[in-house]
């Protein structure tokens, strides 16, 4: 790199690049150069236009060379990075988990609600099954300091992560994690949960490779890949809600495009619960299904 340019320049010139290359990526590169470069610089988000003027520090250069070849390898830049902002909140995110996605946020704010409503008093024990990075359980705590969380993985590195992030959000004391698969840990332990969320891997299997670069050589299969049609997790934890010690009050499920109408009926067909309905994505699209038993 010259040793002339600024910040800006560096911008630019690494903008241009990434367009030229943008077969691999399906990310806006100004956008991700941003991201990069605040993060090489620890700068804070107003910093970016304030400070683009500076020279680019040589001593930054090489790191900010082997950001550029990753990205241009098609990383999704925030496991360059390291992080991604969810709910408002800042978290840690590596190649061992799922990067967060927006959509997830409506299912926190549906589910926020509706507990809301139900425990106006006292507080709910809610179940997190697939917890990934754990933004589900640590943003709901951060909101809501007397509900307790049970976050599972079947990723003891997922775990680490989901860890990481209740100790930096200072969470950490209200959630317990848990490694195993799916319910079993609660069925097996007879643990009683009030409320059941999962956002599980949904992608059916046939389809896993026609995704892009980013998310198919990135992110890890076992967070994406939902079984033949996409829907085993759905399946089998629906079956294992009668296996619990107590029926949850609330069932709050993220699913794939297509995929509400046969979750919402196997969860109908437990007869448990007041309503079953849906929630649709900021594209209209059905992305939640939500079963609520409220006081009976
Ligand atoms: N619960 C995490 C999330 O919503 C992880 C989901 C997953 O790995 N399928 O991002």
């Known amino acids: 790199m010259n040793q002339q340019l600024t910040v800006r320049e560096a911008y630019l010139e690494a903008s241009s690049f990434l367009n030229k290359t943008k077969n691999q990526n399906t990310q806006d590169p100004s956008q991700v150069c941003r991201w990069m470069l605040e993060a090489l610089f620890e700068w804070k988000h107003n910093d970016f236009f304030l400070r683009w003027n500076e020279p680019f520090p040589m001593d930054k250069s090489e790191q900010w ?41 409506i299912l926190v704010e549906k589910m926020m609600q509706e507990c809301r409503h139900i425990w106006q008093h006292g507080e709910p024990i809610i179940a997190d099954v697939g917890t990934g990075s754990g933004i589900i359980p640590t943003t709901l ?5 007397s509900w307790k969380f049970i976050a599972i993985d079947i990723s003891d590195q997922a775990l680490h992560i989901a860890k990481e992030n209740a100790l930096a959000h ?24 009030d409320v059941l969320i999962s956002n599980p891997p949904y992608i059916p299997s046939k389809d896993m490779q026609e995704l892009q670069t980013e998310v198919k050589d990135f992110e890890p299969s076992n967070a994406l890949d939902g079984g033949t049609d996409g829907l085993y997790f759905y399946e089998k934890m629906i079956k294992q809600i009668s296996e619990l010690s107590k029926i949850p009050k609330v ?18 067909q437990l007869n448990q619960w007041n309503e079953v309905y849906i929630v649709d994505d900021l594209a209209g699209i059905g992305r939640h299904v939500l079963a609520i038993r409220g006081e009976l």
Do not use: C, H
């Open 141 to 145: 705590a951060i909101n809501n300091p």
């Open 170 to 193: 200072e969470v950490k004391e209200q959630i317990e994690f848990v490694q195993g698969d799916l319910l079993e840990p609660l069925i097996e332990s007879k643990r009683e949960i």
């Open 65 to 105: 060379q082997d950001m550029l070849n990753r990205k241009t390898a098609g990383e999704p830049v925030q496991y360059i990075i390291g992080s991604q902002e969810f709910y408002g909140y800042n978290f840690k995110v590596t190649p061992s988990v799922l990067i967060p996605r927006p959509e997830t946020e």
């Open 251 to 268: 069932v709050g499920f993220e699913v794939g495009q297509g995929q509400t109408k046969e979750v919402a009926a196997w969860l109908k």
